[in-house]
């Protein structure tokens, strides 16, 4: 039940909150203070009042006339998505799309560390991807009760999918980030987060529609 | 203002449309006729309420005691997805990222089709990755007048991505898949829908962190 304590309405606002973060850096790091709700909004293309919203969750409070204090709002959503500590990873199948995943810096500056790769294939064990080693994923148990990593990233093919998560849950991992088309199966004290690259293609295909102007 | 016609509300619905999609062809394709809320709740993981609700999308009732007619409800959302055709699309940056895009078959599943690539680097142009042309980017201007195209996806580095997104708009592309960390500026008419791996980062620590026991 614990995966309801979170309300499924503030979701979006979750989602929205890294975006907020990498401007807030920016901002921060030309040196501003401060900031108004209006130039998040513009900047994030939602309206003012959902700024507000989503920022509730990070329980900083605006002052009117001179805004969100900026290192407090940082400091807030780091806080509320537990990125104030490094979080550290596995990352089980280096395709393209594992590779592309291993060398994306926006997810090391949210705190992410992948410590270790696995793939089955052999002429990529041994190999290093952007930094990381890659390990057999037949060393994926014995690797994961040393290390203790809760987070493991699945970009295995589908057929895999499942077999893997198992090893990884009775391994002790508590959060899988699934990249594959699988609806997992793991016990209620797991977590799982999926990736569905067409989840993105539906909002901009119905918007699209919606944008079009009549035909006749 | 376009872009509001769609209640933000309903965008957690349309999300999952893609994956209710994978599911009802599954289930069309063991011969499944009917099936039910409770059936779809527990498969995508969220109550029967939410599936309900997320399926008037597709303006299909279930009957009481039968449940949704599968084709009909896959009909329905394909209808509302706007994915009846085929999307053509263009692609620009064939990286890491760009080329796990251009061999993901479950966007092609989804009518995806993306009719040619685009790269700066002299050694992708002319090669076939997972079965699409890479083109010098410079011919992307000519080559989108010719074949009209109305999606582009966009997997170039961050500092290229505004200009890339300029000679996009100049060429009336209206639809931007905004695979970048930048904030691109569009005309009001030009629709972009941004994928942030982080986003997905930041649900799974969230509902990590409350899942947690109590530290003391």
Redesign the interface.
Same mark, same amino acid.
């Given at each position: 039940m614990?995966?309801c304590?979170?309300k499924?309405?503030k979701?979006?606002s979750?989602?929205?909150?890294?975006?907020y973060l990498?401007?807030l850096r920016e901002l921060s790091g030309k040196g501003e203070q401060f900031v108004s709700s209006p130039y998040l909004a513009e900047?994030?293309?939602?309206e003012a009042i959902?700024v507000r919203k989503d920022l509730e969750l990070a329980r900083i409070n605006g002052t009117p006339r001179v805004g969100y204090c900026i290192a407090d709002l940082i400091k807030g959503i780091e806080d509320?998505?537990?990125?104030g500590e490094t979080?550290d990873a596995f990352l089980v199948g280096v395709? *393209?799309?594992g590779?592309?995943?291993l $060398?994306?810096r926006? /997810?090391m500056n949210?705190g992410?560390k992948i410590v270790a790769a696995f793939d089955v294939n052999p002429r990529k064990v041994g190999a290093t991807v952007h930094g990381v080693p890659v390990f057999d994923s037949a060393r994926l148990e014995e690797l994961l009760s040393r290390l203790q990593v809760?987070?493991a990233i699945l970009c295995v093919p589908a057929a895999e999918a499942q077999q893997v998560t198992d090893v990884l849950v009775a391994s002790g991992v508590?959060?899988i980030?699934n990249f594959t088309?699988e609806?997992l199966a793991v016990p209620e004290?797991v977590?799982? *987060?999926?990736?569905?690259?067409?989840? $993105?293609?539906?909002? /901009?295909?119905?918007?699209?529609?919606?944008?079009k102007p009549p035909t006749h």
């Open positions: 614990s995966q304590a979170l499924i309405d979701l979006p979750v989602r929205r909150l890294p975006a990498h401007l900047k994030m293309h939602i959902l509320f998505l537990g990125w979080l395709g *393209q799309l590779a592309s995943i $060398g994306n926006e /997810l949210f992410l809760s987070i508590k959060g980030w088309s609806n004290d977590i799982t *987060q999926k990736e569905d690259l067409a989840s $993105g293609l539906a909002v /901009l295909s119905v918007k699209l529609t919606r944008n």
